[in-house]
């Protein structure tokens, strides 16, 4: 059974039948028209693979109906077998009209099967086709989609990026939930230069922006490189912790590495300040210890940071660093003290804290992570 369905238009009742009589038994649906208005009205409303269209009719004859069939969009290719008992006159006009093939009156009936029975293949495959690119155009759609939602989350990336650290920047696309308050021990480290106060009063504001730019782009350099989450920029101080929010393994040698690598780094940029007449220094401290994370701010502007006293204490040891030192707690060190050398600074009292805390500097060389 082929389950196909063929128009059949024909003014005479009789040859309707006869047609029906012919297809049906074959598996055929046959739908049935008397007029060519009838024929388009069922084109309109009904799905046909084949129509077979009697050239004379009354009022509208079939190479009209076969003229209005192809301009028709959702008809255009659409196979037509013309029925004629006329000559090569109405072959031609049928032809010039849109005409597919044509059966002469009287037919045979193994002719007419064979006809129908091939246009309705090509129907098939024409079918086919224009399924197929129906969902290859459904698939690029989706595909473009996909694709400028990827852009998109890029960009994005890009823009997060710029603002935040990376380890933040992916917290924040892929599960914001990360970002809520939570208690962690972190290893935290400032910096900032000695000598910044007077030279920003003696320079012009471009060339502290300048300055400025040079260290944070050595600094932001390290502090990917090790692992670190930036906090925060304060002039010309900066404020980096690690081991959240994504693990650090060796949190407190990450900061030191990183600590060092950041020495030297700005040590070589200070020759090139020395020269243009500028005096400028590094002084870096780092502590350990528990702190509150997790994002604060107000709807519309949040920031991701770090509060507890080991905070403080790195701050404290910073604002007390001399040039080029490196400070450190007795906790910090206890972690690296195998990887690295350091100097007994003694037992000092950070401000605001009710014990002393032993500081050690640590010296210039290597540290393994």
Aim: include cysteine; charged fraction near 25%; proline fraction near 4%.
């Amino acid at each position: 059974m082929t389950g196909q369905t063929v128009l059949a238009v024909d003014d005479q009742q009789t040859n309707l039948r006869l047609l029906d009589a012919v297809l049906s038994p074959r598996g055929y649906d046959v739908l049935t028209a008397t007029s060519g208005q009838e024929a388009l009205d069922l084109l309109r409303s009904s799905p046909v693979d084949v129509v077979l269209l009697d050239v004379q009719m009354p009022g509208m004859d079939g190479c009209e109906v076969c003229r209005r069939i192809r301009q028709d969009p959702r008809t255009e290719f659409l196979p037509v077998v013309m029925i004629t008992a006329g000559g090569g006159a109405q072959r031609l006009e049928g032809l010039e009209a849109g005409a597919d093939d044509f059966i002469t009156k009287p037919f045979d009936q193994s002719e007419l099967l064979a006809r129908v029975r091939s246009l309705a293949r090509i129907k098939g495959y024409h079918d086919t086709v224009r399924r197929q690119a129906a969902e290859l155009a459904a698939w690029n759609r989706e595909l473009e989609e996909r694709v400028t939602a990827q852009v998109e989350e890029i960009e994005r990336m890009g823009r997060l990026r710029r603002f935040l650290s990376p380890q933040l920047a992916d917290v924040v696309v892929n599960d914001e939930g990360l970002l809520a308050s939570h208690r962690r021990e972190i290893v935290v480290v400032f910096c900032d230069f000695r000598g910044f106060t007077s030279f920003a009063e003696a320079s012009e504001p471009e060339e502290v922006m300048h300055v400025l730019g040079e260290f944070h782009l050595a600094l932001g350099a390290r502090i990917e490189d090790h692992g670190g989450t930036l906090e925060r920029f304060t002039g010309d101080g900066v404020m980096v912790f690690f081991n959240d929010p994504v693990p650090v393994p060796d949190a407190a040698g990450a900061a030191i590495a990183m600590s060092l690598a950041v020495r030297e780094d700005v040590r070589r940029l200070a020759t090139g300040w020395a020269r243009r007449g500028h005096d400028l220094s590094l002084g870096i401290g780092v502590a350990q210890g528990f702190a509150t994370l997790g994002r604060i701010g107000y709807p519309g502007r949040s920031d991701y940071a770090a509060i507890g006293s080991v905070t403080n204490l790195a701050a404290r040891l910073c604002s007390d660093a001399g040039p080029w030192q490196v400070l450190v707690t007795d906790r910090v060190l206890a972690q690296v003290e195998e990887k690295v050398a350091a100097d007994v600074v003694g037992d000092v009292q950070p401000k605001g804290f009710s014990r002393p805390v032993r500081v050690h500097d640590v010296l210039p060389g290597t540290i393994g992570r």
